[in-house]
């Protein structure tokens, strides 16, 4: 059993981790401050035996914060909004909870003698000139727009891991997440999965920005959780940056099809404004992550998408139900 800190817990993929590590018999203390994350993400877990919660703010948090909990194995630095709606309303917790957040986790780790995976960002790379996109290559991201907040911010919480990697020798690794899903999103996510399937099943129009052509790559979240879990086990991936995502590319409008012919929709399809600086395309090169780390994604879209259509069909009925009662 290992005593493991999630940042980040209440959120989609804290959560999910969460689950999973508890599932695994660790003892895992959950940390979020719930500007996005949300409570009802971790209703069972709230009661079990090796879970602790708190709703603290990382960019505030001090060692001692955490000295009841005793030697720290394992820290996933999770915590931060990763939905453009979310970062872009809150901007400066944002930066705070990947900056000042990571090295309040890095101090931890290095008080510990923990390994620390932080969650860095396919937005690293930006709106990229070289596709698909490897770790070495260093990106094209605006510093002066509405997406800065958080792609800088990810951009020096890693650098705050380099620092802590080669100055302090703190067992880090850096996982580059492209676009991940489930239906563990939350419904008001705005992210373009939790969009399409919930517009799909209630018949609403599926809201396409720009033309469409634009490339995403989506990971079901069960490839991506395992991923960052064999990146935390692997003492190879030590001082390494790794992309964690599926390398199948579809364009939006491809999305939008896909999503109304699963969810055996009647909705239309409709045009609205490309928000600035979204990427043109994105595809991740994973071969970095075959190689260290014998990983790659098993769900393709389809399926997941499927299981993402019948968990929100069901997620929204019990909302509904409960709103009639
Ligand atoms: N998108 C869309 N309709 C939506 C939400 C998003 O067409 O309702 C587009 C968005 O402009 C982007 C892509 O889908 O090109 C992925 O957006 P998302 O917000 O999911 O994540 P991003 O990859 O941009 O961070």
New binding site residues.
């Given amino acids: 059993m290992k005593k493991i800190v999630v940042t980040g817990a209440a959120g989609f993929l804290g959560s999910h981790l969460t689950r999973q590590l508890l599932s695994q018999q660790h003892q895992v203390f959950g940390i979020d401050s719930l500007s996005s994350g949300l409570i009802a993400n971790l209703q069972e877990e709230l009661n079990h035996p090796r879970f602790e919660f708190r709703s603290l703010d990382v960019s505030k948090l001090r060692v001692d914060h955490l000295d009841h909990f005793g030697h720290i194995d394992e820290i996933y630095h999770l915590a931060s909004p ?4 979310f970062y872009q309303m809150n901007p400066f917790s944002t930066i705070e909870a990947n900056t000042l957040g990571t090295q309040n986790m890095l101090e931890l780790a290095k008080v510990h003698g923990a390994k620390l995976l932080y969650t860095s960002t ?2 690293a790379y930006g709106d990229p000139e070289v596709h698909p996109q490897t770790e070495q290559y260093r990106g094209n991201v605006n510093t002066w727009g509405p ?1 800065a907040c958080y792609d800088e911010a990810k951009r020096l919480g890693e650098v705050y891991c380099y620092e802590y990697y080669t100055r302090y020798a703190v067992q880090v690794k850096v996982a580059r997440i492209f ?1 991940t899903y489930s239906a563990g999103l939350r419904n008001d996510d ?7 399937v919930s ?1 799909a099943i209630r018949g609403e129009d ?5 033309d ?1 052509t ?1 490339t ?1 790559s989506f990971c079901f979240v069960d490839d991506n959780i395992r991923g960052l879990q064999k990146m935390m086990e692997c003492d190879q991936a030590n001082g390494e940056i790794i992309n964690i995502g599926n390398p199948k590319e579809y364009t ?1 409008i491809e ?2 099809q896909i999503v109304k012919r699963l969810a055996n929709s009647p909705s239309n399809i409709t045009f ?1 404004p ?2 600035i600086d ?2 043109k395309v ?1 595809r991740p090169n994973i071969d970095k992550a075959k190689t260290i780390l014998a990983w790659e994604p098993l769900v393709e879209l389809e399926e997941g998408l499927i299981r993402t259509i019948e968990m929100y069909r069901n997620k929204l009925k019990a909302e509904l139900s409960q709103k009639i009662v």
């Fill in positions: 990763a939905s453009p709606k396919s937005e997406r676009n705005g992210r373009v999965i939790s969009n399409f517009q599926l809201t396409v920005y720009g469409g634009q995403r939006i999305v939008a609205h490309l928000p979204d990427p994105r």
